[in-house]
Nanobody
Framework: QVQLVESGGGLVQPGGSLRLSCEAS????????MGWYRQPPGKQRELVAR???????QYVDSVKGRFTISRDSAKNTVDLQMNSLKPGDTAVYYC?????????WGQGTQVTVSS
């Protein structure tokens, strides 16, 4: 079992920044993917950014150039630095980990972008 603990959500004005952090329990051995997904109000959950076991990142087009994902294998964490936030980024953000083929999700953290 992997427990994912997220932190860093909140309320921010348009153009502002937030940093989300997710820590996975246990060792990093066997982790294939770590990433962030989001679910806007009334919409389906979607990929924001993820990084594979080789460290290669993948981003949804709408956040390219604004968000940066980083993984620390030693600490077993994955962070999402979000800059130039827009109201359309408002969502519950979920951390996801795939380890030995099993899928794990965090509880989610709310990000609200509003003036």
């Amino acid at each position: 079992q992997v427990q994912l603990v997220e932190s860093g959500g909140g309320l921010v004005q348009p153009g502002g920044s937030l940093r989300l952090s997710c820590e996975a329990s246990g060792s990093a051995y066997g982790i294939e993917i770590m990433g962030w997904y989001r679910q806007p109000p009334g919409k389906q959950r979607e990929l924001v950014a993820r990084v594979d076991r080789f460290g290669s990142p993948q981003y949804v087009d709408s956040v390219k150039g604004r968000f940066t994902i980083s993984r620390d294998s030693a600490k077993n964490t994955v962070d999402l630095q979000m800059n130039s936030l827009k109201p359309g980024d408002t969502a519950v953000y979920y951390c996801r980990c795939i380890k030995f083929g099993r899928d794990y999700w965090g509880q989610g953290t709310q990000v609200t972008v509003s003036s």
